[in-house]
């Protein structure tokens, strides 16, 4: 019996790359060939990085190198367990602590990746009667996020607050609920968000208010406490979004609100429930008291505020407790380029 010739059914995805090809879109990928710095060597050839997301260098830092070895001599390498089952460790607990003192907020959880984050939060609480209202070059996991819900989007124009408050008001009378949602500084302009503007136009129709501060912890507010306190909008933001592996220069996302949002996130969030926890030698570089902090003259000191009655403001804990409020912040008057993408 003759055997059938059999054809290839990814066929299409050659027709497809020829296509990026002839359009210049097509792209090969640097190799870096040793650490992540100012002045580092891609494909062989010695070259000033001005294209990476370690802002501060601490990916290098020699007290981040000793935290994240300590941490493989005393834990392990591998993850083990997903959060909700055998994963959660203390040092977990006390970095989604940390993070919830620095950012002036509730209660925190840590994802695997900032791109977890955001997908795994819209995606939540969000359903098809809901609606988005997005700018349009929020980041692809935003737009991911807004994807998997299955609310209905509606995109406004970039920094445009005005356009914003067209598209809220277009769905006011419509039931479910209405989040609005922005990038704190854009990832590829570098460019800030009017988050101020957006706050009161999700108060004037009692939207959620998101903010996604991937690019500007650790670069803008006092001590790089995010676009939030940047603008002095504590309080006014729902949710909040940021990286570990940007300015941090770790690995890892986090969500930041109330002890409700978070302990529900520990409850829906899929990507928190089916993933595997962020490995424990990542954490432990972030919880360096260089991290979430100021540095000072004698070296690193915390300058976070202090958990009321030494209460807890890690994620699904059972004492959770609102941190200490800053002093008020001004805005702060900066171009629009202040900080950019590399």
Known sequence: MPTATRTNPLSFLTDQLDELKAKGTHFKLRVLD???????????????????????GFTTHPKLREAALEATRKYGVGSGAVRTI???????????????RFKNVEACVVFQSG?????????SFLGKDDYIISDE???????????????????????????????LASVKNEPGKKLLISDGVFSMDGDIGPLPGLCDAAEKYGAIMMVDDAHASGVLGRQGRGTVDHFGIHGRVDIQVGTLSKAIGALGGYVCGTRDLIDFLCHRARPF????????PLPRPALRPSTFSK?????????????????????CSASTS??????????????????TDA
């Open 273 to 280: 429930l089916f993933l595997p926890r962020i490995r424990h």
């Open 137 to 167: 070059l929020n980041h692809a996991s935003i737009i991911d996020g807004c994807r998997l819900s299955r609310a209905k989007i509606l995109v406004f124009r970039h920094k445009d607050v005005a356009h914003a408050e067209e598209q």
């Open 86 to 100: 055998a994963g959660t460790m203390k040092i977990h607990m006390e970095l989604e602590e940390k993070i919830a």
């Open 295 to 315: 540095p000072n003259h004698s070296g690193w000191s915390n300058s976070g505020p202090t958990p009321a009655s030494g209460k807890k403001n890690s994620a």
């Open 34 to 56: 040793d650490e992540q710095a100012p002045v580092c060597t891609f494909d062989g050839k010695r070259v000033i990085n001005l294209a990476s997301n370690n802002y501060l």
């Open 322 to 339: 609102e941190a200490k409020p800053l002093p008020p912040a001004k805005p702060q008057s900066r171009p629009s380029s202040s900080a």
């Open 115 to 123: 791109f977890t984050a955001n997908a795994g939060t819209v995606s």
